[in-house]
Nanobody, 123 residues
Framework: QVQVVESGGGLVQTGGSLRLDCAAS????????MAWFRQAPGKEREFLAV????????FYGDSMSGRFTISRDNAKNALYLQMNSLLRGDTTLYYC????????????????WGHGTQLTVSS
């Protein structure tokens, strides 16, 4: 098992950049595909990006338009999401999630979730 916790959210102006971090508070992420999702109130959870356990494969959601970059450092037991050119529509809760071995774009495939970190983009 692994437990993950997100950090790095906050308030940023439109057009700005921010990096979200996800750390393992218990266990190790080495054998897990890791993903980022976000969910606004009253909306379905949205897939953002996933990275394979050995860092050779990444997939991104269609709405990212090249603005977000997922990365991981297995030695540091950490996952990252670099977000650039932020828009007000990016305001919501962001979650990292872990799944044993194989990547997936479906939120239901992930077993381990953090509690989320809030990003607010202001004009």
């Amino acid at each position: 098992q692994v437990q993950v916790v997100e950090s790095g959210g906050g308030l940023v102006q439109t057009g700005g950049s921010l990096r979200l971090d996800c750390a393992a508070s218990a266990g190790t992420i080495t054998n897990y595909a890791m993903a980022w999702f976000r969910q606004a109130p009253g909306k379905e959870r949205e897939f953002l990006a996933v990275i394979s356990q050995n860092i050779d494969t990444t997939f991104y959601g269609d709405s990212m338009s090249g603005r977000f970059t997922i990365s991981r450092d297995n030695a540091k037991n950490a996952l990252y999401l670099q977000m650039n050119s932020l828009l007000r529509g990016d305001t919501t809760l962001y979650y990292c999630a872990a799944r044993r071995l194989i990547t997936s774009l479906r939120d239901t495939a992930y077993n381990y979730w953090g509690h989320g970190t809030q990003l607010t983009v202001s004009s």
